[in-house]
């Protein structure tokens, strides 16, 4: 079969696209390895913002309009997203295990956990 592909004079690329580069090819010796993140702090140091107007859009002064869709609710205990509110305690909880840990809560640490998310209120 190699010779009826020499004697037909079909090149065959070097490399080919669906087979792995091998690392030591894609970066030699002295170049990064891979997509570098920067910090905000440091896109706002290389912005130039001192040459900027005062009415172009920058990450400093861009401002959007409130959200459409409701704010998501989460759970005082887990932090997960909550579906439920106890009607007792008013405290959100994500299943039932957490349920059953909030009813079994004594009233001081439900009036912290209110307190947290700036909801408090007296129970009776």
Known sequence: MEAEV???NILLPQHL???RVQVLEK???GQAR???WKHLKQ??????YQTCSPDD???????TPPSKYPSKKFCDITGCEARY?????NLRYANTDVFKRIRMLPNEYV???LTLRNAAVVLK
């Open 17 to 19: 696209s669906f087979k």
């Open 6 to 8: 020499i004697e037909s």
């Open 111 to 113: 009036q912290r956990y």
């Open 27 to 29: 970066y030699p010796k």
């Open 57 to 63: 859009p920058t990450y400093v002064n861009i401002e």
């Open 85 to 89: 509110i106890d009607p007792r305690t």
């Open 34 to 36: 891979g997509r570098h």
């Open 43 to 48: 896109i706002l140091q290389g912005e130039n």
